[in-house]
């Protein structure tokens, strides 16, 4: 975590959080999708994957794709913005 000032504010800020969404369509059409905080490791991405591979083939018209998503965000001292 980096810290930074700005305009007063002692800001941190967080390294980029990493998330996988899993999105399951059964003949074409959205069938449905984990949720992007479900999955953030590799490790877990690839152990729901090959749940999801056994569960929902292919040959019954499934299909299985998975996106890679980054969002980062910073955590800021209240107490100092209220002073300002």
């Known amino acids: ?7 007063g504010w002692n800001i941190r800020h967080k390294e980029e959080n990493i998330m996988y969404e899993i999105n399951i369509s059964l003949h074409g059409q959205h069938f ?8 953030v490791s590799e ?22 794709s998975v996106t ?5 965000g910073r955590e800021i001292n209240m107490e100092e913005i209220k002073e300002a």
Do not use: D
């Open 32 to 39: 449905f999708a984990t949720h992007e905080r479900s999955i």
């Open 68 to 72: 890679y998503w980054t969002r980062s």
């Open 1 to 7: 975590m980096m810290e930074q000032e700005k305009n």
């Open 43 to 64: 490790r877990k991405l690839k152990e729901v994957y090959m749940v999801f591979k056994e569960k929902f083939p292919e040959a019954e018209g499934y299909e299985i």
